[in-house]
């Protein structure tokens, strides 16, 4: 199995061990080692939560510099809905598009309008027969990995299409080809513009079983104080934009749920809330849904830690910006299946589950180790204090019997000892 790119990661200088990320992970992927904090990458989701918590900023994400888009190709934006909301009395989506292609791109696509097609075919989909119910939404990559990584019972209901980032690199590409004959796919270079981090793990990774059509993923923030220069609202912008109320709702949560027409879903945002339905759903307690949205980040895509504006304020002026947009502005071909979508904008995720730990190389090594796990835990305190370097008492039980730790670094268990050995000297 090929090794998993991250796009989270630890500055080693920059930390201070203290026990923010550890305690908030959601994956139990942190441990704090030697005074500062190790990062498991098989558990890790990418879902920004440590860079979100850490005061000492020692959690970074890794994406591509504006600088570093390459001036010899034809490049192509793709902001994501979610920077609609990032600028202050911004009526009018054209004056953004304007601003990016006065800062040098050569056209520009919103992802929004991919964002809207995906909501037709999955109107369509949640007709057809032969489903598993709830649908859960693969729009959110750290949801996709979370999924696979700890409820792999339910690979098989997340929505088999790409996001709308992909499908934006697609739709993009296709057009410039066809406004551009000469234009060759290395001559082109897509760009999204992204709110998390989770988005360039996903490029990185290939996660649609291909290439992505997406080349360089740059963040919001980096992007923002850029456009601030170029964007003059004097200036009347060309009317570029496609999209309508529903693409620019997908930056909220709730938005991709709500357009679907159909009132048995259910949306969440914030890893904590999203981990409690994932529980729910794989132990059968919500029945009745058609379709599941979930969002890593609190609020939706607006609280990704690559944003710029606070996502409540963020959530207003998206709401603005809607106001005056028609619908929709964007709908399949007539002949787009009526039921499903095209075979090309299929994704098929692995359903082969792969364990993020392993206990031993055989079941009845595992048995013994986990009952070796039991009997330490029984001896802490279940205080959960993250003082030992691990996340919880059990977590830490498991990483003395795998030998990563020695029992006598809970300092409650420490403390015991020392007041025992003072009373023997006592006597």
């Known amino acids: 199995m090929a090794e998993y790119k991250h796009s989270v990661s630890l500055d080693v200088e920059k930390c201070k061990g203290c026990t923010h990320c550890l305690k908030r992970c959601p994956t139990e992927?942190?441990?704090?080692?030697?005074?500062?904090?190790?990062?498991?990458?098989?558990?890790?989701?990418d879902c920004g939560e440590c860079i979100r918590q850490c005061p000492h900023q020692a959690k970074k994400a890794v994406f591509d510099k504006y600088s570093a888009i390459p001036k010899d190709k034809y490049t192509i934006a793709l902001p994501a809905p979610t920077f609609y909301g990032q600028f202050e009395h911004l009526d009018d989506i054209d004056y953004l598009l304007q601003g990016l292609l006065d800062l040098g791109f050569d056209d520009v696509f919103e992802v929004a309008c991919a964002a809207e097609l995906i909501t037709e075919y999955t109107r369509r989909y949640l007709k057809r027969e032969d489903i598993n119910l709830p649908v859960i939404s693969s729009a959110c990559p750290v949801v996709v990995r979370l999924v696979s990584l700890r409820f792999p019972t339910l690979v098989k209901n997340l929505m088999p299409i790409m996001p709308p980032m992909e499908l934006a690199g697609i739709i993009a590409r296709e057009k410039a080809k066809k406004k551009h004959p000469e234009l060759k796919d290395d001559d082109i270079c897509t760009v999204f513009i992204s709110p998390c981090p989770a988005k360039v793990s996903y490029v990185k990774n290939n996660l649609v079983g291909y290439k992505s059509n997406i080349d360089m993923v740059v963040s919001m923030s980096d992007l923002y104080f850029e456009l601030l220069n170029v964007m003059k609202k004097r200036i009347t912008p060309i009317p570029y934009s496609r999209t309508g109320m529903i693409g620019v709702g997908w930056a909220i949560?709730?938005?991709?749920?709500?357009?679907?027409?159909?009132?048995?879903?259910?949306?969440?945002?914030?890893?904590?809330?999203?981990?409690?339905?994932?529980?729910?759903?794989?132990?059968?307690?919500?029945?009745?849904?058609?379709?599941?949205?979930?969002?890593?980040?609190?609020?939706?895509?607006?609280?990704?830690?690559?944003?710029?504006?606070?996502?409540?304020?963020?959530?207003?002026?998206?709401?603005?910006?809607?106001?005056?947009?028609?619908?929709?502005?964007?709908?399949?071909?007539?002949?787009?299946p009526e039921i499903g979508m095209p075979d090309e904008y299929a994704i098929c995720f692995d359903d082969?589950?792969?364990?993020?730990?392993?206990?031993?190389?055989?079941?009845?090594?595992?048995m013994k180790l986990m009952s070796d796990i039991d009997e330490v835990f029984k001896t802490l305190p279940e205080l959960d204090c993250g003082s030992c370097g691990s996340p919880t008492c059990r977590a830490f039980a498991e990483d003395v019997v795998k030998g990563n730790v020695k029992y006598e670094e809970c300092i409650v268990v420490m403390r015991e000892k020392l007041k025992d050995a003072l009373k023997s000297e006592e006597c």
Do not use: W
């Open 29 to 45: 992927a942190i441990r704090i080692r030697n005074g500062h904090a190790v990062i498991d990458s098989n558990r890790c989701i």
């Open 253 to 336: 949560s709730g938005g991709e749920s709500s357009s679907l027409m159909n009132d048995h879903y259910l949306a969440a945002d914030g890893i904590e809330n999203i981990i409690k339905v994932l529980e729910d759903i794989d132990t059968a307690q919500h029945r009745n849904l058609d379709f599941v949205e979930l969002n890593a980040c609190s609020g939706g895509c607006v609280g990704g830690v690559l944003t710029v504006e606070n996502p409540y304020l963020a959530r207003v002026r998206l709401r603005n910006v809607k106001r005056y947009l028609p619908v929709s502005q964007n709908h399949p071909p007539e002949s787009a």
């Open 352 to 366: 082969n589950y792969k364990a993020v730990s392993s206990l031993g190389p055989d079941r009845k090594q595992a």
